[in-house]
């Protein structure tokens, strides 16, 4: 008998700025998820609005800006999608330990590598885009 | 060996969700950029990209045709398809490709396989900075 394959899970990463986003989303699929790259919360609520995907769970950076800011978002999901699990980051350090944790939860129900290397990751990418602006 | 990486920018987020989840799915490596100036600084951050796909019309200073000369100005060799409902084709400027939209994802992955190969192609040295 031919084995089932899992309906996959979505999660929406949030955060303003792109090379935070980019890897922490990677790191999430990895982990086995579908991941939307959401930079404002309005991204996040035309995710959760219009796509046909059944969203498990949010994980977005606690300064997002937008329509909404990171905590009337939390509310704003609470109220329309009461299923969706909402994790805010205030850091990249606790963003990737939330990661860490979701990828525990996920399809794959282990890490792939270590958050903190996530975390690592970012703070180069970071540096090397200061140092090309300089 | 790592998969080719291509970089999307697009600054509708369920377009850009489906256009890169089924790049993704062809075995390529997606980095997604919501605006021109996202996908300058991806390619700012040293992140090896062997192709850009970007949207023309979108919001802030950069759009898709000043983020393909930027990206000609780093990187030469490195291939851009310029994707747009408004522009021709002369219009866009430095592009290697141009697709009008609305446009079939076998539509795109016939143009990048032309462009840059199987997602598992050895990468060329042209598009080195």
Known sequence: ?134 | MDAQTILVVEDEILIRFILADSLRDMGYQVLEAGDGAEGFDILSSGQAVDLIVTDVRMPGEVDGLELTRRSKLLAPGRPVIVCSAHLLRSEAFHADEFLAKPYSIDALAEVIARLIGDPWQKRSQTHST
């Not at chain 1, 792939?112 to 090309?132: G, M, N």
Request: proline share 4%; with cysteine.
């Open chain 1, 1 to 134: 008998m031919a084995e089932e394959i899992p309906d996959p899970q979505y999660l929406i990463v949030a955060d303003a700025d792109v090379l935070i986003r980019n890897a922490l989303a990677e790191y999430l699929r990895h982990c086995g998820y579908k991941v939307f790259e959401a930079a404002t919360s309005d991204e996040v609520i035309i995710a959760l609005e219009e796509g046909a995907m059944k969203i498990d769970a949010l994980l977005a950076d606690a300064e997002l800006s937008g329509k909404f800011n990171a905590f009337e978002l939390r509310l704003w999901v609470r109220h329309h999608h009461p299923d969706v699990e909402i994790v805010l980051a205030g850091n990249i350090d606790s963003a990737a330990k939330a990661a860490g944790h979701l990828c525990d939860e996920g399809p794959h129900l282990q890490r792939p590598y270590d958050p903190e290397s996530v975390a690592a990751h970012i703070k180069r990418l970071l540096a090397a885009t200061r140092r090309q602006a300089r």
